[in-house]
Nanobody, 124 residues
Framework: QLQLVESGGGLVQPGGSLRLSCAAS????????IGWFRQAPGKEREGVSC????????KYADSVKGRFTISRDSAKNTVYLQMNSLKPEDTAVYYC?????????????????WGKGTLVTVSS
């Protein structure tokens, strides 16, 4: 069964950092572009960042540009989202999803595989 599993969420103070991980179970992530999406309470799911299969192309939402970094490690079959300078408005459930890079750029609707999400809470 193809499954993505997110980890690394938690409670952090404003200005702090977290690193989210997206691991694959039962298959290799190498064939998938991976996106990170988030959904805050009462809001629609939105794109945060995308990374191509090779890792050579990345894209960030304007709201996280300069603060978040997406990367992938083929040996560990894992994609990461390093989140620095966190703000209260970053509070959300964060999901990773697999698909094509073009699909990722188009938003959550075109992605094929989804994890169950990990909660990030930024609060003092």
């Amino acid at each position: 069964q193809l499954q993505l599993v997110e980890s690394g969420g938690g409670l952090v103070q404003p200005g702090g950092s977290l690193r989210l991980s997206c691991a694959a179970s039962g298959f290799t992530l190498d064939y998938y572009a991976i996106g990170w999406f988030r959904q805050a309470p009462g809001k629609e799911r939105e794109g945060v960042s995308c990374i191509s299969t090779s890792g050579g192309r990345t894209k960030y939402a304007d709201s996280v540009k300069g603060r978040f970094t997406i990367s992938r490690d083929s040996a560990k079959n894992t994609v990461y989202l390093q989140m620095n300078s966190l703000k209260p408005e970053d509070t959300a459930v964060y999901y990773c999803a697999g698909g094509t890079y073009t699909s990722c750029l188009g938003g959550p609707g075109g992605m094929d595989l989804w994890g169950k999400g990990t909660l990030v809470t930024v609060s003092s």
